[in-house]
């Protein structure tokens, strides 16, 4: 089972940048999509961006021209560049390649 753990998360306020980074335990590359999901409490997890193996990315509309999403096969991580946060885009956001992470708080205030 790959492990995953997602870092860089935090307080930052709206228009600011934060880059969420997802370390997996082992080679990657072999998965044909990974993501970034975000969730609130009571609430379900929604897409935020996936990257597929050959290179394509999808956004969610809410992120488009903010987020981007990225992947390092020789370090087996996948990062969500977020920049003009804004306080909507408050959450604990997960990583998913094959598995879930434990989630990482993201908080914008305004």
């Known amino acids: 089972q790959v492990q995953l753990v997602e870092s860089g998360g935090g307080l930052v306020q709206a228009g600011g940048s934060l880059r969420l980074s997802c370390a997996a335990s082992?080679?990657?590359?072999?998965?044909?999509?990974m993501g970034w999901y975000r969730q609130l409490p009571g609430k379900q997890r929604d897409l935020v961006a996936a990257?597929?193996?050959?290179?394509?990315?999808s956004y969610a509309d809410s992120v488009k021209g903010r987020f981007t999403i990225s992947r390092d096969n020789a370090k087996n991580t996948v990062d969500l560049q977020m920049n003009s946060l804004k306080p909507d885009d408050t959450a604990v956001y997960y990583c998913?390649?094959?598995?879930w992470g434990q989630g990482t708080q993201v908080t914008v205030s305004s």
């Open positions: 990257l597929t193996k050959n290179g394509s990315t």
């Open positions: 082992e080679n990657i590359y072999g998965f044909g999509v």
């Open positions: 998913a390649v094959g598995y």
